[in-house]
């Protein structure tokens, strides 16, 4: 049969793989190519076997861990759906940046398993989920602590990695883009794109290609235009980019509005930028609680201190107790590179590569699109 899903299963509870080989037995839908124990034989064996779903037991113990596993599959390109199995007592959310395509909380039952696989398996296919860009927007919920600086340098980064990256401008109102790469003020934005069937033909027009390397999406020239970007077009235009491109990147400005929501929500990645001050600090800890009721998964929103030297006498352990995890990445001050850099419109990774700033910069892009990650996407 031809219409069959493939199945490889990661489990080493006995029981629990024999309890999944009878459910799968009587039915036709699931062909189970293999059960393994041993997660350090999976990247091969998905090769080997090339299985439309992947069931990873996220309790699985040895040398590599369950979720250990999962993150390896996604980081490795292998371009196919994992399904985490999991205790209710452990819940694990679908996450589609880290890999997790969908989850099966035990016990269920034949039924339970048979349409989470296909459900998976059809979402998949029809997504497209590998073919995307990975999608990072750059937010905080305070202003000033370095989005744009940050968003343009970390971008003109994962250029230089040889990933096509777009850059767009999401401070509609205020874009600074414009300013800071001294565009002038004709040139298209993201409101001179059809609005209606768009296509990849219409970017080469309104795209500003910048002499970094990098393609950028301008917000408007003046304040009143960002009234007129709905979310439903910028959905379309998101969509686009993120066939076209393999990295979008994305600044924002301090607000939390249907736009900006629309770039969240879009986003594998919400780099969160944070200072070491307290009234930053504070917006982030009520940011953190509304990104828990709007039900963005832990992993979604990563922090990335800015200027994670000039701590103030505040002390990192007191930060890291408050966001609950010590930030994913982080970035030092750039002192006068930064101003200068800025003043001539030019990245400082590319102006001064070997300062610490724009090393801190290069190192957070691989570690959030390094090639291993995006590999065999396309
Ligand atoms: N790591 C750094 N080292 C030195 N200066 C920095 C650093 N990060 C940001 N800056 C400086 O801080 C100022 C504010 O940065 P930026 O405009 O990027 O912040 P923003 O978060 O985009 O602000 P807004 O909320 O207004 O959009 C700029 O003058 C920039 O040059
Ligand atoms: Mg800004």
């Known amino acids: 049969m031809t219409d069959q899903i493939r199945l490889l299963v990661v489990e080493d509870v006995p029981q629990v793989a024999q309890y999944i080989r009878g459910l799968l037995n009587s039915q036709s839908a699931i062909k189970l190519l293999d059960v393994v124990s041993d997660g350090s034989r999976v990247l091969n064996?998905?090769?080997?076997?090339?299985?439309?779903?992947?069931?990873?037991?996220?309790?699985?113990?040895?040398?590599?861990?369950?979720l250990t596993l999962v993150d390896q599959i996604n980081q490795a390109g292998a371009r196919v759906p994992v399904i985490v199995l999991?205790?209710?007592?452990?819940?694990?959310?679908?996450?589609?940046?880290?890999?997790?395509?969908?989850?099966?909380?035990?016990?269920?039952?034949?039924?339970?398993?048979?349409?989470?696989?296909?459900?998976?398996?059809?979402?998949?296919?029809?997504?497209?989920?590998?073919?995307?860009?990975?999608?990072?927007?750059?937010?905080?919920?305070?202003?000033?602590?370095?989005?744009?600086?940050?968003?343009?340098?970390?971008?003109v980064a994962v250029g230089q990695q040889g990933m096509r990256t777009v850059l767009i401008d999401g401070s509609l109102q205020f874009g600074d883009m414009r300013a800071l790469l001294k565009v002038p003020m004709e040139a298209p934005s993201l409101l001179d794109l059809p609005t209606d069937r768009i296509q990849e033909s219409d970017l080469a027009d309104v795209l500003w290609r910048d002499p970094s390397g990098i393609d950028i999406l301008l917000a408007p020239p003046r304040v009143e235009m960002a009234e007129m970007v709905t979310v439903r077009d910028l959905e379309k235009t998101l969509s686009l980019l993120r066939r076209v491109y393999e990295v979008v990147i994305v600044d924002t400005p301090a607000v939390v509005n249907d736009i900006n929501l629309c770039f969240l929500?879009?986003?594998?990645?919400i780099l969160e930028v944070v200072t070491f001050d307290s009234t930053t600090i504070h917006s982030t800890m009520v940011m953190a609680d509304a990104f828990r009721m709007i039900g963005y998964a832990p992993t979604?929103?990563?922090?990335?201190?800015?200027?994670?030297?000039?701590?103030?006498?505040?002390?990192?352990?007191?930060?890291?107790?408050?966001?609950?995890?010590?930030?994913?990445?982080?970035?030092?001050?750039?002192?006068?590179?930064?101003?200068?850099?800025?003043?001539?419109?030019?990245?400082?990774?590319?102006?001064?590569?070997?300062?610490?700033?724009?090393?801190d910069v290069t190192r957070t892009a691989t570690e959030l699109v390094g090639r291993a990650s995006v590999a065999g996407r396309r």
């Open 45 to 66: 064996l998905i090769t080997e076997l090339r299985p439309d779903v992947v069931l990873v037991d996220a309790l699985l113990q040895g040398r590599v861990k369950g």
């Open 86 to 155: 999991t205790v209710p007592q452990q819940p694990v959310a679908t996450d589609l940046s880290h890999g997790i395509h969908g989850v099966l909380a035990m016990p269920f039952t034949g039924y339970e398993l048979v349409t989470r696989l296909q459900q998976v398996h059809q979402a998949a296919a029809t997504m497209d989920q590998f073919g995307t860009a990975r999608m990072i927007t750059l937010f905080a919920p305070k202003g000033g602590v370095g989005k744009t600086t940050l968003a343009f340098n970390l971008a």
């Open 265 to 269: 929500d879009n986003s594998d990645t």
């Open 300 to 359: 979604k929103v990563r922090y990335l201190i800015n200027r994670a030297d000039s701590t103030g006498g505040f002390d990192p352990e007191v930060l890291a107790r408050a966001l609950g995890r010590v930030p994913e990445h982080s970035v030092g001050s750039g002192g006068a590179l930064v101003v200068r850099a800025n003043n001539e419109g030019i990245p400082f990774v590319l102006a001064d590569p070997n300062a610490q700033i724009s090393q």
